[in-house]
């Protein structure tokens, strides 16, 4: 559902010198530049899974990194299986573009450089005191789908994606300082008259099942997004309360350009 307030699925993650951005929604670059970053900036793009809401803008991403890099600077893209063909597509669909650059351009020569990686699990980054692990997670019939899990100086947060409760989530998220879980209103949703959009019930989490995630993993806060229904103003208590009615930990909405800082020593949100 688009939401006229809010950009796509889409979450930043700064990491010692890294910065990671999970998933690449609708007007995510103009979100980043709104947090101060640029696609010249980014150590990766990591992608949960290949629905179109969380790829709306991967060509804007990787055509963007291109022509704002000064120098050879390859993405780097981390995904599940599936994710070498899009990204190939995606390229030969800017193919007028690219040639028109580098017809334009004396300082571009070649098209733009990518490295992607597919994973399921295991360890897929390991650079600069930065540790990312993937895990499978329940997205079905969209498979394979992935969380992530980003470590740095003992703290980490897990990027959970779209996924209903799973045993290997709960594994991946197990004592994490943040878990970032995109959530639906079950209770709205259900009263919704179109059963294109009440098909979304099974196969994403409710806010009581990303809250029960949160807690029987022990992380220290749980950030609600990618709402569905959108979150309309005055209803904040409402989803935190069902959030806090199995979660004890801090709730957090994750409304856009919304930062959290987690670990030792962390300000408040």
């Not at 028109?100 to 994973?119: F, S």
């Not at 409402?238 to 930990?249: C, E, I, L, P």
Request: charged letters at 20%.
């Amino acid at each position: 559902m688009v939401d006229p307030h809010r950009a796509g699925p889409s979450t930043l993650v700064r990491a010692g010198e890294g910065v990671f951005l999970i998933d690449c929604g609708r007007g995510v670059l103009m979100r980043a530049a709104a947090a101060g970053v640029q696609a010249a900036n980014l150590t990766a793009l990591l992608l949960t899974h290949l629905h179109s809401d969380h790829i709306t803008d991967l060509a804007d991403v990787i055509v963007t990194r291109w022509v704002t890099s000064f120098g050879p600077a390859p993405l780097r893209i981390i995904g599940p299986p599936g994710t070498a063909s899009v990204v190939e597509a995606t390229l030969a669909a800017l193919g007028p573009d690219i040639s028109y650059r580098i017809a334009h351009h004396a300082d571009i020569t070649e098209p733009p450089r990518v490295q992607v990686e597919e994973h399921v699990e295991g360890l897929v980054f390991n650079e600069g005191g930065v540790r990312i692990t993937v895990a499978p997670t329940d997205h079905r019939p969209v498979e394979p789908t992935i969380a992530f899990r980003i470590t740095h100086d003992h703290s980490s947060a897990v990027l959970a994606g779209d996924t209903v409760p799973c045993q290997t989530l709960d594994e991946l998220a197990s004592g994490a300082d943040a878990l970032v879980h995109t959530v639906i209103r079950k209770d709205l949703v259900e009263q919704m008259p179109a059963q294109r959009i009440r098909d979304i019930l099974d196969y994403h989490s409710s806010v009581e099942q990303a809250a029960a995630t949160a807690a029987r993993a022990g992380v220290g806060t749980l950030v609600l997004t990618h709402y569905v229904p959108p979150l309309l103003p005055g209803q904040e208590d409402q989803w935190r309360a069902q959030a806090s009615a199995v979660f004890d930990g801090r709730v957090e909405l994750g409304d856009d350009l919304l930062q959290v800082s987690v670990g030792r020593g962390a300000p408040p949100a």
